[in-house]
């Protein structure tokens, strides 16, 4: 996800379909904006970390039902190699 917005930011700044402010939300001087910014990147690459995080917290028996069929398949594979 992160090399994914990353390359939209990129792309959109490049062909103008949007802008960054020159200082942090146009609001804080002392923190410096670039257009892109790839702190925006960042955060959606921990965005990502954290819901999966959370869904593996709150879902248990699903991620571990997940992970035994994961194994079951790579056994598998295995065994007809």
Do not use: Q
Request: with cysteine; proline share 5%.
């Amino acid at each position: 996800m992160y090399i994914s917005v990353a390359y939209l930011e990129i792309i959109g700044t490049n062909f103008l379909c949007w802008k960054w402010p020159t200082t942090a939300w146009g609001v804080f001087d002392f923190l410096p904006s670039h257009n892109p910014p790839s702190g925006i990147s960042f955060f959606y690459f921990l965005l990502d970390l954290g819901c999966l995080w959370l869904y593996k917290k709150r879902h248990k028996i699903a991620w571990s039902r997940m992970k035994s069929i994961r194994k079951i398949r790579e056994e598998s594979v295995t065994s007809m190699h």
